[in-house]
């Protein structure tokens, strides 16, 4: 058996030690890897996010949460006098929002939620209180308790934002028929289409995935839905 020089010696001894460097690095990250725990799914009104909620949970077995409006015990009394209950039914919206958002963290399954807390604080608090329907002292106030929730939540793994035209909105909203959307203005549409807008291009929370609904049909095509698919197994496995 040939003897080991002294110079093979450390070349073997360096080998080794990047061998066990390696070996440790990749455990690591491993260990540290974690899975995605709550998506969020955000969109104007009709952009197709419960929809695509749904779809999404059957597809990679999240838990899907949607916006229940029927338990809110504000919308009667808003839809009557909106100035009047105004503040009331968005204090109550970020009170359940904030609630979910703790929940989703301490649970053990991977959430999809329709909607998030954020809409409620940039498009639509706003939106009431540019439309008179809001005074700026219960804005204020609003947005003050909306800034202090926001400081002890953690923010979506990945937020999906659906945009869509104002055209699309439309056909989307008359196409499922609901009897309260009827009424829906094109200029109020357009409006938090802006507001939308505004805040996405701001977004700086997390992985941020934007969906053109304008040009994927993916509640009727599959082949559209499994580019959405594709775009969130990227983002997930961090391809990108």
């Given at each position: ?9 450390n070349r073997i001894f360096v080998d080794v030690l990047w061998t066990a460097l390696f070996s440790s690095s990749c455990i690591f990250f491993m260990i540290e890897e974690k899975p995605f725990k709550h998506i969020a799914v955000a969109g104007n009104i009709g952009s197709g996010k419960t929809t695509l909620t749904q779809l999404l949970s059957r597809h990679y077995g999240w838990k899907p949460h949607y916006e229940n ?172």
């Amino acid at each position: 058996m040939a003897a080991i020089l002294p110079k093979d010696r450390n070349r073997i001894f360096v080998d080794v030690l990047w061998t066990a460097l390696f070996s440790s690095s990749c455990i690591f990250f491993m260990i540290e890897e974690k899975p995605f725990k709550h998506i969020a799914v955000a969109g104007n009104i009709g952009s197709g996010k419960t929809t695509l909620t749904q779809l999404l949970s059957r597809h990679y077995g999240w838990k899907p949460h949607y916006e229940n409006n029927a338990e809110n015990p504000y919308v009667s009394d808003f839809y009557r006098d909106m100035k009047h209950w105004s503040f009331h039914m968005q204090v109550y919206y970020l009170n359940q929002r904030f609630e979910q958002m703790l929940h989703f963290r301490k649970g053990d399954e991977t959430v999809i939620q329709d909607r998030t807390i954020y809409e409620d604080a940039f498009i639509f608090a706003p939106n009431l209180h540019s439309m008179g329907l809001m005074t700026t002292r219960d804005f204020e106030n609003y947005f003050s308790l909306f800034n202090l929730m926001d400081s002890f939540v953690s923010s979506p793994d990945l937020l999906i934002y659906l945009r869509a035209s104002v055209p699309t909105l439309v056909n989307q909203i008359q196409q499922r028929g609901r009897d309260y959307e009827e009424s829906i203005r094109l200029d109020y549409l357009k409006r938090l289409n802006e507001r939308y807008e505004a805040w996405i291009s701001t977004y700086d929370k997390g992985k941020l995935l934007i969906v053109d609904v304008d040009n994927n049909n993916f509640m009727e095509n599959q082949e559209d839905l499994g580019k959405i698919i594709n775009m969130i197994d990227a983002e997930i496995h961090g391809l990108f």
